[in-house]
T-cell receptor
């Protein structure tokens, strides 16, 4: 059974810092890995999708990397802003038409 | 600009009551999912559907039933609600299994 772990569970940084969120998964036989953002009281918004054959994906200030063999992914956020405050979730597609989610990292960026 | 719509947004039930949560999508997606989100447990898959008329069990299906009679709708039923079913329920749809997810805004259900 695939298990996804996210570290840290919570993170607080001042505005402008670069930061890294970590995700690990137990079964390296994946199709893709995805990062989502969830604002309080809202649904999830897709941020980045990395195919199993890719090493990284970038969107604006976000960069996600994937090391499938070691079962790890990182989400790098450059020059953080208060508007980046949210919970970030990592999810893995292991080929069963569904995603397995981590518990998320709650990020607070203070002005 | 609707995407995935969940109704209702909030509901309080008494133990033993039944209810149905409705999820509707207007993107012609084949796949639809129901998740529950609990503090410290993350998102867990309840049931999902790979097309009209199909349903499948997820990680935590007990106490729930689902139906996908129309492609655009996915219903989640609680036949006899229990306090352990207090949670936030999210519906999602995707054009392909594991790709291109769009989530609804959630239903907050409290069972007393």
């Amino acid at each position: 059974k695939q298990e996804v772990t996210q570290i840290p569970a919570a993170l607080s940084v001042p505005e402008g810092e670069n930061l890294v969120l970590n995700c690990s998964f137990t079964d390296s036989a994946i199709y893709n890995l995805q990062w989502f953002r969830q604002d309080p009281g809202k649904g999830l918004t897709s941020l980045l999708l990395i195919q199993s054959s890719q090493r990284e994906q970038t969107s604006g200030r976000l960069n996600a990397s994937l090391d499938k063999s070691s079962g790890r992914s990182t989400l790098y956020i450059a020059a953080s802003q208060p508007g980046d405050s949210a919970t970030y979730l990592c999810a893995v597609n292991s080929g069963y038409s569904t995603l397995t989610f981590g518990k998320g990292t709650m990020l607070l960026v203070s002005p | 600009n609707a995407g995935v719509t969940q109704t209702p947004k909030f509901r309080v039930l008494k133990t033993g009551q039944s209810m149905t949560l409705l999820c509707a999508q207007d993107m012609n997606h084949e796949y639809m999912y129901w998740y529950r989100q609990d503090p410290g447990m993350g998102l867990r898959l309840i049931h999902y559907s790979v097309g009209e008329g199909t349903t499948a069990k997820g990680e935590v299906p007990d106490g729930y039933n689902v139906s996908r009679l129309k492609k655009q709708n996915f219903l989640l039923g609680l036949e006899s609600a229990a306090p352990s079913q207090t949670s936030v329920y999210f519906c999602a749809s995707s054009y392909e299994g594991g790709y291109g997810y769009t989530f609804g805004s959630g239903t907050r259900l409290t069972v007393v």
